[in-house]
């Protein structure tokens, strides 16, 4: 009895002195972010600035990996399969919540495979169309959709893109379906669009930003309750006449579930720092962004976050009918 009392407390102290070491240590090596969409997209353009500013405080690289396909699920599930040790993450964004209802057969859970860490971004959508596209303003713009709905054509980045969740959420608004064009990527969406050879596209500002500024396409509304500072002449949807379509893309990073507390709480205040950083909120704002609160890049409230939008597109996803399986 005296012998099994002193092996569970020489366990005890192992756990104790490994955990210590850990809060110590971690991390001790390069750490990859998996960012699962390609590299110059609006997501991978986020997990760059994010990761070389968390870099810095951790003293270890973080190494953006890009893992694109099956709308974000494919890299999700190389995080959610990878060893719990805090050296491996993800940054994702609204799909993680939208990938239970779009894919039937989906292989992890976004709830119980992960770690959460903490909320990033809240990025802005906006609605935009070729340069040359006829309508004027916002409400002619509507119209002129539903007027010709089987004829306009509408770009996103695949099924499970922002730019997917968007037009289906435009199209419920307008209540017309749209012919739409999924591309492999928000580059090739975009090229289209810019080349004029497809109409109208839903798209976060961190990619469409410096093409509106430029001329290069035609912008109509913001999918924010007010305006933006950096888009200050872009009307709302509200605005525009369609309320209730706001809509963001908020990104966050995970870990696998099982990842050590310690290593999740020190990628945690790696995160606050990082968005507490002028130049990163600089960075962000020129994207029409912001960084999250100090209260919002915590593993709380990206789990709140991610519960919630989980049951927001299901009826969404549902009504539209569209799967991606």
Known sequence: MHLI?????????????????????YPER???????????????????????????????????ENVG?????????????????????????????????????????????????????????????????????????????????DTVTMANAGIGAASHLCGMLFMQAVDAPIVTVPYRGTGPAMTELVGGQIDIMCDQTTNTTEQIKGGTIKAYAVTTPER????????????????GMEVSVWHGIYAPAGTPQEAIDRLSTALQTALADPDVASQLGELGTAP????????????????????????VIEEAGVYAD
Request: no cysteine.
């Open 5 to 25: 009392q002193r092996t569970a407390g020489l366990t005890a102290v192992a756990v104790l002195w490994a955990t210590s070491a850990l809060a110590q240590g």
């Open 30 to 64: 390069q750490i990859t972010m998996v960012v699962p969409f390609a590299a110059g997209g609006p997501t991978d353009t986020v997990g760059r600035l994010i990761a070389e500013r968390m870099s810095e405080d951790l003293g270890q690289q973080i190494l953006v």
């Open 69 to 149: 396909g099956a709308g974000g699920t494919l890299g999700a599930q190389q995080v959610a399969d990878a060893e719990a040790d805090g050296y491996t993450i993800l940054l994702h964004h609204i799909g993680m919540a939208t990938a239970p209802t779009l894919y039937r057969n989906l292989a992890f859970d976004p709830v119980a495979d992960f770690a959460p860490v903490g909320l990033v971004t809240e990025v802005p959508m906006t609605i935009v169309a070729r340069a040359d596209f006829e309508p004027a303003d916002a409400a002619s713009f509507i119209q002129y959709v539903k007027d010709n709905a």
């Open 228 to 243: 933006l500072d950096i888009l200050p002449d872009l009307p709302t949807v509200a605005e525009a006449g369609l309320p």
């Open 292 to 315: 999250s609160p100090a209260e919002d890049a915590t593993p709380t409230a990206l789990q709140a976050k991610l519960s919630g939008e989980i049951e927001r597109w299901r009826p």
